[in-house]
């Protein structure tokens, strides 16, 4: 269980986090969904530590991490876009990262074998694709089967085959009882798989249910269009 | 050295010897074996189990022009003092020693000749010039191939002429300047001819004050705690072919005129404030063919005027040549300047009245267009640095800064404060080629 | 300690993959090298090279600091989401970059000399001196590098700051020193002067170098002060605390900054 109670967060003049508050259970996919500059990215930093808060706490299952690097030893991260170091292969940027964890190490196979990356084992990570950098990416949030799974934009990039794989094995891992925050800006994307949809705006949650709850909500059958309704909502309740 | 120095270097003293010591026939090497012409001499013979036991009973039996011939042994007798022409001949290095108490060997008549002595530990002494050889108000000495050892002066001449000094070994044990002799003291004399002498660990190798129309030649002074010679109050003598090393200064010339310094070797005068040739009031000079290697300073220069400063080489020196604003008329041509931390430092930046013409400086970078050997633009020798350091002395922790190089850079590029007129108006593009031939042999000799 | 050496390990690698590393080890090494062909003796060398050992050094450790912490940054995100400390994140890099410029420059530099008569023990402390000194640089101004590059987000504007403390530590400080000598020259300044170098570790590093040479002669009584007090096994030692200490200077407030800030 991640807990999150009255995150703010400024850059600048700008608002990012606006005293969120939430709870991410275990056996759940939560969906973040929002436009751009959201604040979805900056949530998900929060929780990995690469952002720090300026108030409010983030719990993880009643312990507060406060930017504690061992909390990490439980999470997966996949970022928005991946940069690796450019001289490795794949297999050799596989043993790094496994070198860096130590101990609790897995080798990614499955996964591996799910997106068909056998071939670009012994590639220099340098030539890859975007789409397969993603892929990498995903691996090597994975491979050590974290209890929890932060995933911005997982599947940007990705072809719909290699996309509609990751679903069915996202699916598995709920029912394993992992922890999992997926953030996308794509809502179609999220709304078959989510069993829970955060809409953020400016940094504030608006909507906070059911993706079935939303449309009922607003009156429109699909998930997309009750978004849309609540944010035409808000900016006539701004006028 | 090229072979006709050689030469001269030998025929010139024989000569020398020939015309002074006609009738008395000249002795040869250091251990004068009996040549001949002296068989009609009257000869004494003094040993320990000889009839005569003593040097001053053999002095007061020898006839005047007698010969005394002194065996090995030791002889501690007490000050001896020679008065009378005789010639003195020691065989087997007999030791004439003062046991500290007193000076050694006091010469007061004319026509002395000493020879093959050890000669050791005069007295020392705050108020008196003691030696292990004194030399009074005497013509036409010979002090020969003798040696002397930790004596407080070695050889003193004084009020003498005509005398010669030569093929000596002077040891002394001087530790501080304050307490120590010079090992070869010449005062007051003139016509000495100073030659193939070796000297180390006296306050100055060679002192010379009051000494006129004098020869220096092919000595060897070094580790001495003062300067390798010294020269006062002196005139029209000639030094050639000296070495002068590892003393705190290699020649120092001061209230001197008409001295001819030539072909000899300043080495090693290396640490703080110390010097290869230091001029204070010396005029009307010359020194030429002159090498200096690894001084601090090589040639330091104040008050001195109208020298002619000629195919010198300054190599691997700190400072090569330091000159004062007050000394005036120097003409310095056809040296070479190679690989020193400074090639000319002055303490005034407005005027020099000295000139540089005509000399190799390997930081010159100027070009020469109509291949005459001659550089097409002046060279300015005195780095703003250097300039600095003479007014504020303590400038020196930034030697070797990259600031202190942007300085000169600088100043060469737009120069405000370094004297203009101390320029090298025809600097040499090309190493002068015989100066070539001397790196290498004074290389070999380090 | 082992995660550290990992960052370090691939730190050390991604430097090594561009050409430059190498050519900078073989800037030295051939440098040393004409030196020793054109006739120098290695004492003659050894200042030689002291010019460029101080500009050189610290200028491509600074510049190579700054850059290739920011080139480190886009994969830093990938580490820091790992279980790891920010600071071991920090020190693997920083170590990376600073042994492998350290490394190249010794070998460079160090061949060359030790190949060429370096015979008698005296001549091997100066080296070793020399060497040290040129370590000690390179460790100082990559940590100068990092703690900019860490407070500042356009690699540009740090780029600008650590070239003008490069300039400023390399020229400026001296041209000040020059006018505090020149505005106090009636006072014994032998003493401060000695504290004013003390704290600029390009003067440490040159009159430590310098004292072991012989052009130390020329320092006159300056430089006899200086003697005495880099002599003494209490002026060694604050010298090398005083290196020390500007390598852990800018390391500290570099990874102060490091676990501080958001990525």
Same mark, same amino acid.
């Given at each position: 269980?991640?807990?999150?109670?009255?995150?703010?967060?400024?850059?600048?003049?700008?608002?990012?986090?606006?005293?969120?508050?939430?709870?991410?259970?275990?056996?759940?996919?939560? #969906?973040?969904?929002?436009?751009?500059? #959201?604040?979805?990215?900056?949530?998900?930093?929060? %929780?990995?530590?690469?952002?720090?808060?300026?108030?409010?706490? %983030?719990?993880?299952?009643?312990?507060?991490?406060?930017?504690?690097?061992?909390?990490?030893?439980?999470?997966?991260?996949?970022?928005?876009?991946?940069?690796?170091?450019?001289?490795?292969?794949?297999?050799?940027?596989?043993?790094?990262?496994?070198?860096?964890?130590?101990?609790?190490?897995?080798?990614?196979?499955?996964?591996?074998?799910?997106?068909?990356?056998?071939?670009?084992?012994?590639?220099?990570?340098?030539?890859?694709?975007?789409?397969?950098?993603?892929?990498? $990416?995903?691996?090597? #949030?994975?491979?050590?089967?974290?209890?929890?799974?932060?995933?911005?934009?997982?599947?940007?990039?990705?072809?719909?085959?290699?996309?509609?794989?990751?679903?069915?094995?996202?699916?598995?891992?709920?029912?394993?009882?992992?922890?999992?925050?997926?953030?996308?800006?794509?809502?179609?994307?999220?709304?078959?798989?989510?069993?829970?949809?955060?809409?953020?705006?400016?940094?504030?949650?608006?909507?906070?249910?059911?993706?079935?709850?939303?449309?009922?909500?607003?009156?429109?059958?699909?998930?997309?269009?009750? %978004?849309?309704?609540?944010?035409?909502?808000?900016? $006539?309740?701004?006028? | 050295?090229?072979?006709?120095?050689?030469?001269?270097?030998?025929?010139?003293?024989?000569?020398?010897?020939?015309?002074?010591?006609?009738?008395?026939?000249?002795?040869?090497?250091?251990?004068?074996?009996?040549?001949?012409?002296?068989?009609?001499?009257?000869?004494?013979?003094?040993?320990?189990?000889?009839?005569?036991?003593?040097?001053? &009973?053999?002095?007061?039996?020898?006839?005047?022009?007698?010969?005394?011939?002194?065996?090995?042994?030791?002889?501690?007798?007490?000050?001896?003092?020679?008065?009378?022409?005789?010639?003195?001949?020691?065989?087997?290095?007999?030791?004439?020693?003062?046991?500290?108490?007193?000076?050694?060997?006091?010469?007061?008549?004319?026509?002395?000749?000493?020879?093959?002595?050890?000669?050791?530990?005069?007295?020392?002494?705050?108020?008196?010039?003691?030696?292990?050889?004194?030399?009074?108000?005497?013509?036409?000495?010979?002090?020969?191939?003798?040696?002397?050892?930790?004596?407080?002066?070695?050889?003193?001449?004084?009020?003498?002429?005509?005398?010669?000094?030569?093929?000596?070994?002077?040891?002394?044990?001087?530790?501080?300047?304050?307490?120590?002799?010079?090992?070869?003291?010449?005062?007051?004399?003139?016509?000495?001819?100073?030659?193939?002498?070796?000297?180390?660990?006296?306050?100055?190798?060679?002192?010379?004050?009051?000494?006129?129309?004098?020869?220096?030649?092919?000595?060897?002074?070094?580790?001495?705690?003062?300067?390798?010679?010294?020269?006062?109050?002196?005139?029209?003598?000639?030094?050639?072919?000296?070495?002068?090393?590892?003393?705190?200064?290699?020649?120092?010339?001061?209230?001197?005129?008409?001295?001819?310094?030539?072909? =000899?070797?300043?080495?090693?005068?290396?640490?703080?404030?110390?010097?290869?040739?230091?001029?204070?009031?010396?005029?009307?000079?010359?020194?030429?063919?002159?090498?200096?290697?690894? =001084?601090?300073?090589?040639?330091?220069?104040?008050?001195?005027?109208?020298?002619?400063?000629?195919?010198?080489?300054?190599?691997?020196?700190?400072?090569?040549?330091?000159?004062?604003?007050?000394?005036?008329?120097?003409?310095?041509?056809?040296?070479?300047?190679?690989?020193?931390?400074?090639?000319?430092?002055?303490?005034?930046?407005?005027?020099?009245?000295?000139?540089?013409?005509?000399?190799?400086? &390997?930081?010159?970078?100027?070009?020469?267009?109509?291949?005459?050997?001659?550089?097409?633009?002046?060279?300015?020798?005195?780095?703003?640095?250097?300039?600095?350091?003479?007014?504020?002395?303590?400038?020196?922790?930034?030697?070797?800064?990259?600031?202190?190089?942007?300085?000169?850079?600088?100043?060469?590029?737009?120069?405000?404060?370094?004297?203009?007129?101390?320029?090298?108006?025809?600097?040499?593009?090309?190493?002068?080629?015989?100066?070539?031939?001397?790196?290498?042999?004074?290389?070999?000799?380090? | 300690?082992?995660?550290?050496?990992?960052?370090?390990?691939?730190?050390?690698?991604?430097?090594?993959?561009?050409?430059?590393?190498?050519?900078?080890?073989?800037?030295?090494?051939?440098?040393?090298?004409?030196?020793?062909?054109?006739?120098?003796?290695?004492?003659?060398?050894?200042?030689?090279?002291?010019?460029?050992?101080?500009?050189?050094?610290?200028?491509?450790?600074?510049?190579?600091?700054?850059?290739?912490?920011?080139?480190?940054?886009?994969?830093?995100?990938?580490?820091?989401?790992? +279980?790891?400390?920010?600071?071991?994140?920090?020190?693997?890099?920083?170590?990376?970059?600073?042994?492998?410029?350290?490394?190249?420059?010794?070998?460079?530099?160090?061949?060359?000399?030790?190949?060429?008569?370096?015979?008698?023990?005296?001549?091997?402390?100066?080296?070793?001196?020399?060497?040290?000194?040129?370590?000690?640089?390179?460790?100082?101004?990559?940590?100068?590098?990092?703690?900019?590059?860490?407070?500042?987000?356009?690699?540009?504007?740090?780029?600008?700051?650590?070239?003008?403390?490069?300039?400023?530590?390399?020229?400026?400080?001296?041209?000040?020193?020059?006018?505090?000598?020149?505005?106090?020259?009636?006072?014994?300044?032998?003493? +401060?002067?000695?504290?004013?170098?003390?704290?600029?570790?390009?003067?440490?590093?040159?009159?430590?170098?310098?004292?072991?040479?012989?052009?130390?002669?020329?320092?006159?009584?300056?430089?006899?002060?200086?003697?005495?007090?880099?002599?003494?096994?209490?002026?060694?030692?604050?010298?090398?605390?005083?290196?020390?200490?500007?390598?852990?200077?800018?390391?500290?407030?570099?990874?102060?900054?490091?676990?501080?800030?958001?990525?």
């Amino acid at each position: 269980m991640v807990e999150i109670a009255g995150l703010k967060k400024r850059f600048g003049s700008i608002r990012a986090l606006d005293g969120i508050s939430l709870a991410i259970k275990p056996g759940e996919i939560t #969906a973040v969904v929002g436009p751009n500059a #959201a604040g979805k990215s900056t949530l998900l930093r929060c %929780i990995v530590g690469l952002v720090y808060p300026d108030a409010g706490e %983030i719990r993880i299952d009643g312990l507060s991490i406060n930017g504690d690097w061992r909390c990490r030893r439980r999470l997966g991260y996949v970022a928005q876009t991946a940069h690796f170091p450019e001289s490795l292969s794949v297999r050799e940027l596989f043993a790094f990262i496994r070198d860096i964890r130590g101990a609790d190490s897995g080798d990614g196979k499955e996964l591996i074998g799910l997106f068909g990356l056998e071939g670009a084992l012994d590639r220099p990570v340098r030539q890859l694709s975007g789409g397969t950098r993603q892929k990498i $990416s995903i691996v090597l #949030a994975t491979m050590f089967d974290p209890e929890i799974l932060i995933m911005d934009e997982p599947t940007a990039g990705l072809d719909p085959l290699s996309s509609q794989r990751q679903k069915k094995w996202l699916e598995r891992e709920r029912a394993r009882g992992k922890t999992i925050l997926v953030a996308s800006h794509i809502i179609a994307e999220v709304e078959e798989l989510s069993d829970r949809v955060i809409f953020l705006l400016d940094g504030k949650v608006y909507f906070d249910g059911a993706p079935g709850e939303a449309a009922r909500l607003t009156g429109e059958r699909t998930l997309e269009r009750a %978004i849309a309704a609540m944010m035409e909502q808000r900016s $006539s309740c701004g006028r | 050295m090229s072979m006709g120095r050689w030469l001269l270097g030998l025929i010139f003293p024989l000569f020398v010897m020939l015309a002074l010591f006609a009738p008395s026939d000249a002795t040869a090497g250091t251990q004068p074996a009996a040549p001949q012409g002296q068989a009609q001499r009257p000869t004494l013979v003094v040993c320990p189990t000889c009839e005569v036991k003593r040097l001053v &009973d053999a002095l007061r039996e020898a006839p005047t022009g007698g010969r005394i011939v002194v065996q090995s042994g030791l002889y501690v007798e007490g000050e001896i003092v020679v008065d009378k022409p005789v010639e003195i001949v020691g065989q087997g290095w007999p030791v004439i020693d003062g046991a500290g108490k007193n000076q050694v060997l006091t010469v007061k008549a004319d026509d002395v000749s000493i020879s093959g002595l050890v000669i050791r530990n005069s007295a020392k002494s705050y108020l008196a010039d003691l030696a292990g050889l004194r030399v009074e108000a005497a013509r036409r000495c010979v002090i020969e191939g003798n040696r002397l050892i930790d004596n407080f002066f070695g050889i003193y001449l004084a009020a003498s002429e005509d005398c010669v000094v030569r093929d000596n070994q002077v040891y002394g044990n001087a530790t501080s300047e304050a307490f120590s002799g010079n090992g070869i003291h010449l005062w007051n004399s003139h016509h000495i001819t100073l030659e193939r002498n070796y000297v180390t660990g006296h306050r100055d190798g060679l002192y010379f004050e009051f000494l006129h129309a004098s020869a220096v030649r092919h000595n060897v002074s070094e580790k001495n705690v003062r300067y390798g010679l010294h020269t006062m109050y002196s005139a029209d003598n000639y030094y050639q072919s000296n070495l002068l090393r590892a003393n705190l200064a290699g020649v120092v010339l001061m209230y001197s005129k008409r001295l001819r310094v030539i072909d =000899n070797r300043f080495e090693d005068n290396w640490g703080a404030a110390c010097y290869g040739a230091l001029l204070k009031d010396l005029d009307d000079s010359e020194l030429a063919d002159n090498l200096f290697f690894h =001084n601090s300073v090589a040639l330091y220069a104040e008050d001195a005027n109208r020298n002619f400063l000629t195919k010198n080489r300054f190599y691997n020196n700190g400072f090569a040549v330091r000159i004062m604003a007050n000394a005036d008329s120097n003409a310095f041509s056809g040296n070479v300047f190679e690989a020193n931390a400074f090639d000319v430092t002055t303490n005034s930046s407005t005027q020099s009245a000295n000139s540089f013409n005509g000399n190799y400086w &390997d930081d010159y970078r100027g070009y020469d267009l109509d291949h005459d050997g001659i550089g097409d633009v002046p060279f300015w020798p005195v780095r703003l640095f250097g300039l600095l350091l003479e007014e504020y002395p303590a400038a020196i922790v930034l030697l070797r800064s990259p600031f202190a190089e942007l300085l000169d850079t600088a100043e060469e590029a737009i120069p405000v404060l370094t004297p203009r007129n101390l320029a090298d108006e025809k600097p040499l593009i090309a190493r002068p080629s015989w100066s070539k031939s001397r790196v290498l042999k004074n290389a070999s000799v380090q | 300690m082992r995660q550290m050496m990992t960052v370090a390990r691939q730190a050390a690698r991604e430097l090594m993959r561009g050409w430059w590393v190498a050519s900078y080890g073989l800037f030295f090494m051939l440098l040393a090298w004409a030196l020793f062909a054109f006739g120098e003796r290695p004492a003659q060398a050894v200042v030689s090279v002291l010019d460029l050992v101080l500009l050189v050094i610290p200028f491509v450790s600074i510049v190579v600091g700054v850059l290739s912490f920011y080139n480190s940054r886009e994969f830093a995100e990938l580490l820091l989401a790992q +279980p790891v400390a920010r600071s071991t994140v920090f020190f693997g890099q920083y170590l990376g970059l600073s042994v492998s410029l350290a490394a190249a420059f010794t070998v460079g530099l160090g061949a060359p000399f030790a190949w060429y008569g370096w015979s008698t023990r005296d001549q091997a402390g100066t080296l070793l001196v020399l060497l040290l000194a040129g370590i000690f640089l390179t460790f100082i101004f990559v940590a100068f590098a990092f703690a900019i590059a860490v407070r500042t987000e356009n690699r540009l504007k740090a780029l600008g700051a650590a070239i003008f403390l490069w300039l400023f530590l390399a020229l400026v400080y001296d041209g000040l020193l020059l006018a505090v000598i020149m505005a106090f020259s009636a006072y014994p300044l032998e003493k +401060p002067l000695l504290g004013l170098c003390v704290l600029n570790p390009l003067d440490v590093a040159r009159i430590l170098i310098l004292l072991r040479l012989d052009v130390a002669a020329l320092m006159g009584y300056t430089g006899a002060v200086f003697k005495q007090f880099f002599g003494s096994t209490l002026g060694l030692g604050l010298a090398g605390a005083c290196l020390a200490a500007w390598v852990a200077l800018p390391v500290l407030a570099g990874v102060n900054a490091y676990a501080r800030r958001d990525f």
